[in-house]
DNA sequence: TGTCCGTTTCGTAATTTTACGAAATACGAA
DNA sequence: TTCGTATTTCGTAAAATTACGAAACGGACA
């Protein structure tokens, strides 16, 4: 890019990791699917890819694009217990994500 | 859908207008820039189009789809001081976006 | 071994997003 | 009216997203 030449570096905005880290983890809150899901998840334990298919009005195939998606995010983790997989929230991860929104929100508290 | 059919409404998910909405608002927040430029618009009062030019390393029609994005999900609103544009902050939806990730992570504080 | 079950991956298609440069627009000032 | 400045819209292209049905997969069980 040619700014990145004519103008001094300390003028260019510094967009941080924690603003990239967010915007993924909002890219994975972008879809009303994936919205619900995750917040089935946060509220109970866990559940199965089977129950949400039965209950969403997507085609399974979809779903589980939704859910590697989250997955990808960091945000559920899936455990095999065959024929089975059992979804979690990422505890972690969710803590993180939520500690990012706030930030931004510019709220502090925790 | 044929699961329309086949299933009873009542174990259909009903997914909320409010997790629509919050998918909305994610969805504004899905790009690096777009939450740089709400971190920095939240953070001080406004500011113009071209100081956001100057200093990120994108074309300014980019950033002006940005803008319109962000302008489209009603988190900032420009006005119109010939021959720029003042962007700030539309505080009525931020804090909309904001009770709704709130709520969607489980935050009752307000 | 073969078969069933739950789930994912593949192949495909339509739509949306992100990005750029060039052209258009809107307005104030000369 | 013409010029200059700030910004957006247009045209375009590449990549990502969303969606589906069909096929493949992994493991339990007959």
Redo the contacts between chains.
Sequence with gaps: ?A??VT?PES???T?TSD??E??RY???????????I??TL??QTCCYSGD?A????IARSTLSQHLSELKNAGLIQGEFLPPKIKYCINRENWERS?HL??Q????T?E
Tied chains: 1, 2.
Excluded: C, N, W
């Design positions: 890019m700014r990145l103008i003028d260019i905005a967009i603003q990239t967010l915007a909002a890219k994975a809150l972008s879809h009303p699917v994936r919205v619900y995750l917040t946060s509220k949400l039965e209950i969403l009005p939520k929104m706030m931004f929100y510019g709220l508290i």
